[in-house]
């Protein structure tokens, strides 16, 4: 079983900046694609930011000059960088892997593994 563990969430400046981590743990053979998603409330989840197994980013469109995502394939764990922070990125932010799964004797080649979130509040 897989589970994701975040951290690096909390209560920030705007103007400030904040990393995020998030770090698999479990049976897993391999990580496709890995990635971060907010949401707000009363809004629907978004995509932040995500990185393929070559290390091809992608980021929305309203971070993409503020956010930087890396990962660490030994240590199955990727990061989010945010600067220059801003109220309207108060958010739970999840980390999300795309890896195999094995379900009883079904292998799956790309299952979507969520965190359980963590809390990332701006104050102006």
């Known amino acids: 079983q897989v589970q994701l563990v975040e951290s690096g969430g909390g209560l920030e400046k705007a103007g400030g900046s904040l990393t995020l981590s998030c770090r698999a743990s479990?049976?897993?053979?391999?990580?496709?694609?890995m990635g971060w998603y907010r949401q707000a409330p009363g809004k629907q989840r978004e995509l932040v930011a995500a990185i393929t197994s070559g290390g091809a980013t992608n980021y929305a469109e309203d971070v993409k000059d503020r956010a930087t995502i890396s990962r660490d394939n030994a240590e199955s764990t990727v990061y989010l960088h945010m600067s220059t922070l801003k109220p309207e990125d108060t958010a739970v932010y999840y980390c999300?892997?795309?890896?195999?799964?094995?379900?009883?004797?079904?292998?799956?080649?790309?299952?979507?593994?969520w965190g359980q979130g963590t809390q990332v509040t701006v104050s102006s």
């Open positions: 999300k892997i795309d890896a195999p799964r094995y379900s009883g004797s079904t292998y799956y080649p790309s299952y979507d593994y």
């Open positions: 479990g049976v897993i053979s391999s990580i496709n694609a």
